[in-house]
Each structure stands twice: as C-alpha cells, then as structure tokens.
C-alpha cells in the first residue's frame, strides 16, 4: 500500500522569502508523484508532477520540486513567494500497479506581507 | 469555457433529505471521481468511474450511491443526509484512470451544509 505524509500542516512565510513544503511517501513499487494547490474556495490544480526521468521537476508559478527516491521525499519549493502563493498544498501518489491515488493531508501556506 | 463543472455550488439541507450532486466534463476523459474534503481540509476519494464502470468504491455509507449515464457526466445522489455529510464535495476527471500518469482537473466543489 502506498502512503503520503506532509509534515507541516500550516507553514507562515514572510513575502519574498523561500519556502519549502515537505512531503514524504511509503510504496513498495516505482511511484508517480503530484503536486497540487487549492486556492480559497476553488477546486484543485496540478503545480508539478514526476513521472520520471530528472528529479528535478519544474511546474507553474516558480514551484520547483525535487524527487529523493533514497529519502522517499518529495518536496516543493520556490525561492520568493508572493502574497498570491497563499493556498493549500497537496502532495499525492500514485503507481502503475492500481487505480489508486493518495492525497497528503495538506500543508496551508499564508503567505505575510 | 469550464473544464469540469458542478451544480450546485452551495447545497444548504435538512437532516434526512436526499439530495444530488451534478457533474459534468468537457475534456473528453475516460474517467471521474467523487472526492470530499472535510473541514480539516482532508481529501479523501470516494468513487472512480472509467468509461461508465465504478472502478474505485472505497469505505463510504451506502447512502451514497453515484450514477454515472455517460462518461461525461458523474452525479452523486445522497440518501438520508446526516450532519457528518457537511463537507465540500470535489467532483475530478482524468484522461485514464489514475493508477497510471494522469492529471487529475477538479470541479469547483459543492459546500454541502446538513442542518
């Protein structure tokens, strides 16, 4: 069985300061892994996903993530945030071996001026 | 031009009705999803449909029961609502079903209030 854990569930951050939301994974098989970020009061939307191949994975708005596969991680970052960064963030994981997906339990990013 | 679509956005009940949650999709995707997010803000699947067959049925009350009458559309119908119903409702599409590589594109959710 797979799982996602995301450490921090609520992460402050001054404006234009670095912020790193962590996530960690557990599977016995080759994983797929997604982020995605919900802004207040709005569905969700795909920021960044690995497949495969680099690990290290750039998606929209500045986020960046990097695959660990030795530390099962898979954090996401971005150098300078902005006011508009405030959101949720997801981590999830799938495999090929089933129809399953996992979400993390989120981590809330408030960004502060 | 809304990728994924859900009607109602705001659901405000009694205790015992039942109640029906609409979705539909443009994206030509095999597969839908039912999610709820409590208020903690916890994601949770409910149901996966591919191609009109449930392929995802996790642990939930069987007075939830989805439809889906073609594979563009996928409503969830509640029975019997309780109060530990209240939640937001995401309904989700993908191109094949998620074991694989696909995205996930998500509705704009229903707040269901149960009263």
């Known amino acids: 069985a797979q799982s996602v854990t995301q450490l921090d569930s609520q992460v402050p951050v001054f404006e234009e300061a670095p912020v790193e939301l962590r996530c960690n994974y557990s599977?016995?098989?080759?994983?797929?892994l997604f982020w995605y970020v919900q802004y207040p009061n709005q569905g969700l939307q795909l920021l960044l996903k690995y497949l495969s191949g680099s690990t290290l994975v750039k998606g929209i708005n500045g986020f960046e993530a990097e695959f660990n596969k030795s530390q099962t991680s898979f954090h996401l970052r971005k150098p300078s945030v902005h006011i508009s960064d405030t959101a949720e963030y997801f981590c999830?994981?799938?495999?090929?071996?089933?129809?399953?997906?996992?979400f993390g339990t989120g981590t809330s990013l408030t960004v502060i001026p | 031009d809304t990728a994924v679509s859900q009607t109602p956005k705001y659901l405000v009940t009694q205790m015992g009705n039942d109640k029906s949650i609409k979705c539909e999709q443009n994206l030509g995707h095999d597969t839908m999803y039912w999610y709820k997010q409590d208020s903690k803000k916890f994601l949770k699947i409910m149901f996966s449909?591919?191609?009109?067959?449930?392929?995802i049925n996790e642990t939930v009350p069987n007075r939830f029961s989805p439809k889906s009458p073609d594979k563009a559309h996928l409503n969830l119908h509640i029975n019997s609502l309780e109060l530990g119903d209240s939640a937001v409702y995401f309904c989700?599409?993908?191109?094949?079903?998620?074991?694989?590589?696909?995205?996930?594109?998500f509705g704009p959710g229903t707040r269901l209030l149960v009263l």
């Open positions: 989700a599409s993908s191109r094949r079903a998620s074991g694989y590589q696909e995205t996930q594109y």
């Open positions: 999830a994981v799938s495999t090929n071996t089933g129809n399953q997906f996992y």
């Open positions: 449909y591919n191609n009109k067959e449930l392929i």
């Open positions: 599977s016995s098989v080759s994983v797929y």
